[in-house]
């Protein structure tokens, strides 16, 4: 495994959906749960089905621009158009934000 920046260990399983996992599209839309738990999906439709719980480290390895998103706080979520495109990030509606990560949102 590269150089793992996330505070979690790098064994945490998260949720991710199919076409990630596939490859056949990469990761648009990240959350970082109140309950501290993450999600890193394609930004498409989905069903139960298309949903994958992987390790955040394996997730990491297969698209290492996820690593800038290793500081991302508990209740905001990161969002970006294509790799090439910067992530811009924000608060979860109706989720739990801790004020003192404010300087994290970019």
Do not use: N
């Not at 109140?34 to 480290?57: K, L, P, R």
């Not at 990030?89 to 934000?97: A, H, N, P, V």
């Amino acid at each position: 495994m590269a150089h793992y920046p996330f505070t979690d260990r790098p064994h945490l399983l998260v949720l991710t959906c199919t076409h990630v996992l596939t490859g056949s599209d990469i990761t648009l839309v990240c959350h970082h749960f109140s309950d501290a738990s993450w999600e890193f999906v394609c930004g498409g439709q989905h069903t139960e089905e298309d949903a994958i719980v992987m390790s955040v480290g394996e997730l990491c390895d297969s698209d290492p621009t996820l690593h800038l998103l290793c500081d991302l706080p508990v209740g905001a979520c990161a969002m970006r158009e294509s790799r090439a495109h910067a992530w811009k990030r924000g608060r979860i509606e109706g989720e739990d934000f801790y004020s003192a990560a404010e300087s994290r949102m970019g």
